[in-house]
């Protein structure tokens, strides 16, 4: 699988945070689906995608897509750590593909130039010195507008500097953008863009062809002027804002006719917030098109109806525990990590439907993937964890270990109503018991993820991670210091050589040589599965559906060519 960095996900933090329903199975019921196994490196990854591929001229010109989505907003800046989710980088994939803008992914996480942004792209190291150089498309132009230029770049180099001396954006720091030693124009045309690099970073491809619109750097509108506002006219895409009903939370979008590009064949697209059993009642009602069947609930319910398909795929996701190391101690975090019984969490999740897959040993990457190696600590167990707790001078109380009169006792924060959610938490609590760990569960609405993850309101969380088409950038993001409030920076030095490596099989070694010690040593992010990804979907509807890495926030393109038979 070719590595490229995608820009959208290279400007950020190299993970897109997912809600737990989709990446869980519940539990229960008395038939097993048929199987269905994930794959392993070398596998044929269309095996992996179902989504009615049909060519353009075969489908219908108009139409409307109604989807569903766990939630809009509420803050419309995808940029900001409180608008950034899967649910609004798909949908703003419609309206604000200039985010994505010159590189797109194909669903084997292949990158390729989308030329309605950039038109030529070039990186390049010569003597020590990094430089990428690219044109954008003259054509390009926000929605009131404002060129894309040169300043839509800038706009990100203004941000992340104003970031670093102080300024309050409410903005995850990017390392790709601090290494920037400047954005130039090349023979006095704004549309020839060069960035030079204070020191190499790797992988370069595809970088700083995300275009920003300069109003952007008001840090007063980045933090706050987008809170429940779609203002589509700082932004550029196939689609444009047609309704948002903020009480309902209703989006409507239309075709945009200051898109300069192809066409969409869809003249609408609506999306309704709604939680994962709305979804399942929405779509028995024809109210939706498109459903999540990956659990073992959505899927006895939805896969019986008439006149729809069930498309199977595996899930572009890692599902984890990820622990707050300001809330639990580095002896107790990695007491959990080698009690935590895996393998029974997988059963719980996906026997009865029919779902095999190896105990995932990765937060940046799937065993399908070139260069996958299970980083997972290897030395496990009741008697290891217990063992990590009294040499680190714990001591038994009852029930449960203490230390200086402070009992091991902590939440663990969940998200959503599948019953899987409140199962597995259950089995974690009675696991954690065994080896002197007090746990209780503290559950919230998927639409609080976003608040909860970005102000770190939790000890241990369960939830999940969108896979990336950049594993190392993935780790440089999960296991840096910065990312961690300090936690870790043993390991800094080491993120620092995987990000100035070129070459790509090397840098893939020193990634899993950091994730591996990072598991070890650090313990906060607990791989614990990947999963299937099932949708329910009307029949007819082509180029939609799991897709791995051509999903819109990697591809806006499908916004394009989705659309209805004819």
């Not at 009615?52 to 940029?79: Q, T, V």
């Not at 945009?256 to 009642?281: C, D, F, V, Y």
Request: proline residues 5%.
């Amino acid at each position: 699988m070719t590595t490229f960095s995608l820009n959208r996900r290279t400007l950020l933090t190299g993970t897109v945070a997912l809600g737990t329903v989709g990446l869980l199975a519940a539990c229960g019921g008395n038939s097993t689906k048929n199987e269905n196994s994930a794959l392993s490196a070398g596998d044929d990854l269309s095996k992996a995608v179902s989504y009615n591929e049909k060519d353009r001229s075969a489908l219908k010109d108009g139409g409307e897509l109604r989807l569903s989505a766990d939630g809009i907003g509420p803050n419309f800046n995808i940029l900001n750590t409180n608008g950034y989710t899967a649910g609004n980088l798909n949908i703003q994939a419609a309206i604000n593909s200039s985010f994505t803008g010159g590189y797109y992914a194909d669903f084997r996480g292949e990158g390729h130039m989308n030329e309605d942004y950039v038109t030529e792209y070039k990186a390049q190291t010569v003597d020590g010195v990094q430089t990428v150089t690219f044109k954008i498309n003259p054509k390009a132009v926000f929605n009131d507008g404002t060129p894309i230029d040169i300043a839509a770049v800038r706009s990100y180099l203004t941000i992340y500097r104003g970031l670093a001396e102080g300024k309050d954006y409410q903005i995850t720091p990017a390392p790709l953008w601090e290494q920037v030693a400047s954005v130039e124009e090349v023979d006095g045309d704004s549309r020839h863009v060069k960035v030079t690099m204070s020191k190499p970073w790797y992988p370069i491809e595809g970088s700083f062809t995300s275009f920003l619109h300069p109003a952007f750097v008001d840090v007063a509108f980045f933090n706050d002027g987008m809170n429940g506002k779609p203002l589509d006219k700082y932004w550029a895409g196939p689609f444009k804002v047609s309704e948002w009903d903020s009480s309902g939370k209703v989006l409507t979008v239309v075709r945009n006719e200051k898109w300069w590009g192809t066409k969409p064949l869809l003249e609408r697209i609506t999306w309704r917030e709604m939680s994962s059993q709305a979804e399942q009642a929405a779509f028995k009602n024809n109210e939706i098109d498109y459903a999540d069947a990956s659990t073992l609930s959505s899927y006895n319910e939805l896969s019986s109806l008439s006149n729809i398909d069930i498309r199977k795929g595996s899930a572009l996701a890692v599902g984890n525990y990820e622990i707050n190391p300001e809330k639990m101690p580095l002896p107790v975090r990695r007491a959990f990590v080698a009690a935590l019984n895996r393998e029974q969490l997988l059963k719980l999740r996906y026997e009865k439907l029919g779902w095999k897959e190896p105990l995932p040993g990765s937060m940046c990457m799937l065993p399908m993937q070139e260069g996958y190696q299970d980083n997972y600590p290897t030395k496990l167990g009741k008697d290891v964890a217990t063992k990590i707790l009294e040499d680190a001078g714990y001591t038994k109380n009852g029930d449960y270990y203490e230390k200086d009169g402070v009992k091991a006792s902590y939440s663990v924060t969940t998200f959503g109503t599948d019953p899987v959610v409140s199962s597995t938490a259950q089995f974690l609590t009675q696991q954690m018991k065994e080896i002197g760990i007090e746990l209780s569960i503290d559950n919230h609405g998927a639409s609080e993820m976003a608040s909860i993850i970005s102000a770190k309101n939790f000890t241990i969380k369960s939830g999940g991670y969108g896979i990336t088409t950049s594993p190392v950038d993935a780790a440089n993001y999960f296991y840096i210091s910065a990312t961690n409030n300090g936690h870790g920076k043993d390991l800094d030095s080491l993120a620092a050589t995987m990000m100035s490596t070129e070459d790509p099989k090397e840098q893939l070694k020193i990634m899993n040589e950091l994730e591996k010690r990072h598991l070890d040593e650090v313990a906060i992010y607990v791989p614990t599965n990947n999963g299937p990804n099932f949708k329910a979907c009307r029949k007819g509807l082509a180029n939609y559906g799991p897709m791995l890495f051509g999903l819109p926030y990697y591809n806006p393109n499908v916004w394009i060519n989705v659309g209805w038979e004819k």
